[in-house]
């Protein structure tokens, strides 16, 4: 208890956290009043429900970075445990099993990065990246394409739902809800939490961090076993990568090379904003859980603002990253002062340190790290605004356009009649919904739901057109939809083709995602002969 | 690998700077001679020059050209994670500025227009080049102004910019993948004077930097302010402006090599271009034998042979039949053996061997 009242006493040490804590308190107030639909309490739940395996992560990183290191081997080695426990459990292996060897390889995994880190000396940096590579590497090796999960185990540990007592009624099983995962990845956080501040492995580690690795020579010094805890922290990220690997094949149901790519940046970038300094030897692993909700928050705000793409999260990300590494740097560069002041017992150096804590705020880094926040919000709201005015020449109906569900029927109806379908669909201000079937006569009929316009094109055309598309490799038996879930911003050019003869072949494209080859030389062709809607009647 | 002569001591060829990169380099090759038939074979067509080797040197460009920038940066003690980043925002800038209607919220009209004319550009192409290598610097120096000015830790500051920069990218293209139909523009990455166009580009620039850095003090300033900015500050050296041009420097071969890899593929995908690509030109430069962390001595030339070795690997393993997502699981080997390979317990071994084998031969 006496520790804990002399950490307190140490308030400074506590501002990064509290920053982090007001920070998201704030930011969700403000959503709240922004968006109705923040009111719920489950979109509260949903913050840990979409992120157990990152809270995972972080707390492997976390104390990696307490340390004085740095794991970049994360994603590599959650993708590597996606995979490796797809394939066992589709050769029919006992689950339990199958996650007690995930665990121990990332255990393994972990103490070879370790001991080719403390013993060869090699940066963490470099080793760590060694590891991911290697990892990413053995996923493909192990199997090129994605593999399905089926394991019941593993289909109820992601569709329990536990109930929160209080705010869900338990005979209806309705209410506000988390996950099996969101329970397991707090207790690891309590884990993590207890071996950082109650063990000697714990002070082990903030005694190596921070100072540019000279702490790790004076804690050598002090005679704290310092090789076997840098081998052991790389050994706890391993495991807990391993878990997070299970805890993700859980959520997504699957295994594949690519899962989790650059999730170590989301990871160190969770740990800075929890107040993790990244130089080591401070910060607490309790603010990298509030680090993890605010890039969920930010994430969430972005969704429900509905105007903005998704990629505004990794600025704004980036933005706050900056804003607390200058907190960081302020602090540091306080104690130095304060420290120095100490030694020389001056009235010189206490005066600057005395004058440097009244005002914080206004080192350069702090100013720079605000002037970027308040330009990337600045400029977020510029973006939302021209999103918002509806586009030229467009139907005018503004941001509330939601993408079209593909008429299918209706497609069907034509293609029956001997058309082929050419489909093109947008979302955000664009909102187009066009239907065009195409006969072989030359008769052209395009439907965009409210409005019908006819054309007439020679046969010839209709001939050179379909063949070649047909040249392209465009007419395919699979029924594609690569349409993503809502989102405002991201346009959804969708078109779709069918050609006469073959019963449901349907071709379609997300525009903002995964264009495949040849895309926009299909849509020119086909722009260039379909008839186009005056204004409509809206 | 150097012809050794009896009276060149052989201890001190190993501990050249060089001994590392090429003698992995060397290695690749022999390992292509041995079991990969017909790898040095070259082809005259159409007046280009083809062949595995030629292909190596071609796909190397991007690597070795951010190698070249990312040797200063490591030099001074830094390191630049954002290169990626910085090439997609580069790349972006580029196919917007040749196609800016594509992501225009009226696509139907226009689009007929632009498709598959290889004339058709927004901008003249020189502008366009000239705008997206500004982009770059730009980023290069708001990196180098976070690490001289800000004081923040290298790795640290460009992180911010390795996770901004693909969103900004993004934003800048509008997520969506522009396909270039310019012909002048795609000859920066496909096309041929005899040799691929793009390696004239490379030799240029590590000239330019060569001369740069080793003709004028520049260099010696970036080795001093590697060793010790502390020292370096005492003896009058602006170690802030220096930061700063590393910093700037490397920015400009990030652009450098994302215009030529937007280029070469022809089409602006701000989510690949240059994923990964950092760690390729940290490696490049690692096993160039630039010490990564400390900073200090540099060397271009070992950079260069670096991001060959890299690529060479590639082609080879791809030439043997492994699957190209397996490859990186072979980086991580290789990864592994330069580690050991320039770790100070290996060396000292290869040292004392060495030192035997010369005595001998000084002996005889």
Redesign the interface.
């Given at each position: 208890m006496e520790t804990l009242s002399l950490r307190l006493a140490n308030k400074r040490k506590f501002l990064p956290v509290g920053a982090t804590v007001t920070l998201f308190a704030l930011a969700f107030l403000a959503g709240t009043l922004l968006f109705p639909a923040m009111r719920d309490g489950q979109s509260f739940f949903n913050l840990f429900i979409t992120t157990p395996f990152l809270l995972i992560l972080v707390v492997g990183e976390g104390l990696v970075i307490i340390s004085g290191g740095?794991d970049l081997s994360v994603s590599g080695l959650v993708a590597l445990t996606t995979v490796a426990s797809a394939a066992l459990l589709r050769d029919g292996w006992d689950p339990w099993v199958v996650i007690g060897l995930m665990l121990a390889m990332g255990l393994v995994f972990g103490a070879v990065i370790g001991l080719?880190i403390t013993y060869?000396?090699?940066?963490p940096?470099?080793?760590t990246?060694?590891?991911?590579?290697?990892a990413?590497?053995?996923?493909?090796?192990i199997s090129?394409s994605e593999i399905r999960i089926y394991n019941p185990l593993y289909k109820l540990l992601a569709g329990t739902r536990i109930l929160i007592p209080g705010l869900a009624d338990p005979t209806t099983k309705k209410g506000d809800y988390v996950t099996i995962l969101v329970v397991v990845a707090l207790v690891v956080l309590a884990v993590g939490m207890y071996i950082a501040h109650y063990t000697r492995f714990g002070r082990t580690i903030y005694a190596m961090g921070g100072n540019n690795g000279q702490n790790e020579q004076s804690a050598r010094l002090m005679g704290l076993r310092v090789n076997r805890a840098k081998v052991q922290v790389y050994m706890l990220s391993g495991f807990c990568s391993a878990l997070a690997g299970i805890a993700y094949s859980i959520y997504v149901g699957s295994g594949h090379?690519t899962h989790a790519t650059g999730m170590e940046?989301t990871t160190?970038?969770a740990v800075?904003i929890g107040g993790m300094a990244?130089?080591g030897g401070e910060g607490y692993l309790l603010g990298g859980l509030f680090g993890v909700l605010i890039t969920a928050l930010i994430q969430s705000l972005i969704q429900y603002n509905g105007q903005l793409?998704s990629?505004?999260?990794?600025?704004v990300?980036?933005?706050l990253?900056?804003v607390f590494?200058?907190v960081q740097?302020v602090l540091a560069t306080l104690n130095a002062r304060q420290l120095t002041a100490r030694r020389l017992g001056g009235a010189g150096g206490g005066s600057t340190a005395a004058g440097l804590r009244r005002r914080p705020w206004r080192d350069?880094?702090v100013l720079?790290g605000a002037a970027v926040v308040v330009a990337v919000l600045v400029s977020m709201q510029v973006?939302g605004a021209r999103n918002a005015a509806p586009?030229?020449?467009?139907s005018g109906t503004g941001p509330a356009c939601a993408i079209k569900p593909f008429r299918q029927d209706h497609a069907a109806e034509l293609m029956k009649a001997g058309a082929v379908i050419a489909y093109e669909r947008?979302g955000g201000?664009?909102c187009?919904d066009e239907l065009s079937a195409i006969y072989a006569d030359g008769r052209i009929v395009a439907d965009n739901g409210t409005q019908t316009v006819e054309k007439k094109a020679s046969p010839a055309d209709v001939q050179a057109l379909l063949g070649s598309i047909n040249d392209l490799g465009w007419f395919t038996d699979n029924m594609y939809s690569t349409s993503e879930t809502q989102c405002g911003?991201?346009?959804t050019?969708y078109t779709a083709v069918s050609y006469a003869g073959q019963v449901k072949t349907v071709k379609a494209v997300d525009?903002?995602?995964a264009?495949p080859a040849n895309y926009?030389?299909v849509?020119?062709k086909l722009?260039?002969i379909l008839p186009?809607f005056g204004p409509g009647p809206q | 690998m150097k012809t050794l002569r009896p009276s060149i001591n052989l201890g001190r060829v190993v501990e050249s700077r060089l001994f590392v990169p090429v003698l992995a380099l060397s290695v690749i090759l022999l390992f292509d001679l041995v079991f990969v038939r017909g790898f040095f074979n070259l082809e005259m067509k159409d007046g280009h020059l083809y062949g595995s080797l030629i292909d190596i040197l071609r796909n190397s460009a991007p690597t070795v050209v951010l190698a070249i920038g990312m040797t200063l940066v490591i030099a001074t003690g830094g390191?630049d994670l954002s290169v990626g980043a910085i090439m997609a925002i580069a790349g972006s800038v580029a196919c917007i500025l040749i196609d800016p209607r594509?992501v225009g919220?009226?696509?139907?009209?226009n689009?007929?227009a632009?498709?598959?004319d290889p004339t058709y550009s927004f901008a003249p192409i020189p502008v366009v080049i000239l705008l997206s290598l500004l982009a770059a610097v730009a980023c290069g120096l708001w990196n180098g102004l976070?690490v001289s000015?800000?004081?923040?830790?290298p790795?640290?500051?460009t992180?911010?910019?390795?996770?901004?920069?693909?969103?900004?990218a993004?934003?800048i293209t509008?997520?969506?993948?522009i396909?270039i139909f310019n012909d002048s523009f795609a000859y920066i990455g496909n096309g041929f004077i005899v040799l691929p166009f793009s390696l004239f580009i490379v030799v240029a620039l590590f000239v330019g930097a060569w001369l740069l850095t080793r003709r004028t003090a520049i260099g010696l300033f970036v080795e001093s302010v590697g060793i010790s900015f502390r020292a370096s500050l005492y003896s009058g050296i602006n170690e802030k402006m220096i930061k700063l041009f590393a910093y700037a420097f490397c920015g400009f071969c990030a652009g450098v090599a994302g215009l030529i890899s937007v280029s070469s593929i022809r089409t602006s995908d701000a989510?690949q271009i240059g994923l990964y690509t950092e760690?390729d030109a940290?490696?490049a430069v690692?096993i160039g034998g630039t010490l990564?962390?400390t900073g200090g001595r540099f060397s271009l030339l070992g950079s260069v042979i670096g991001g060959l070795v890299i690529q060479a690997t590639q082609t080879s393993m791809y030439a043997i039949g492994v699957?190209a997502?397996?490859?990186?699981?072979?980086?991580?080997?290789m990864?592994?053996s330069v580690?050991?390979l320039y770790?100070?317990?290996v060396q000292d071994l290869v040292r004392k061997g060495a030192g035997r084998l010369g005595r001998k031969q000084a002996a005889a």
């Open positions: 740095i080719f060869l000396k090699v940066q940096f470099i080793a990246l060694a590891g991911m590579w290697l990413r590497g053995l996923c493909y090796i090129d090379g940046l160190i970038a800075v990244l130089t793409s990629w505004w999260t990794s600025i990300i980036g933005a990253m900056l590494i200058g740097g350069r880094r720079v973006v586009g030229p020449g467009n947008n201000s664009g187009v911003q991201c346009f050019y525009g903002g995602t264009v926009w030389l849509t020119a722009s260039a186009t | 390191v594509i919220l009226n696509l139907q009209g689009i007929t632009v498709v598959g976070l000015f800000g004081r923040i830790q790795m640290v500051a992180l911010i910019l390795m996770i901004a920069g693909r969103g900004i993004q934003l509008n997520s969506i993948k396909i989510n760690l940290i490696l690692v990564l962390g699957a997502s397996a490859i990186t699981a072979v980086k991580a080997v990864v592994i580690i050991l770790s100070q317990q």
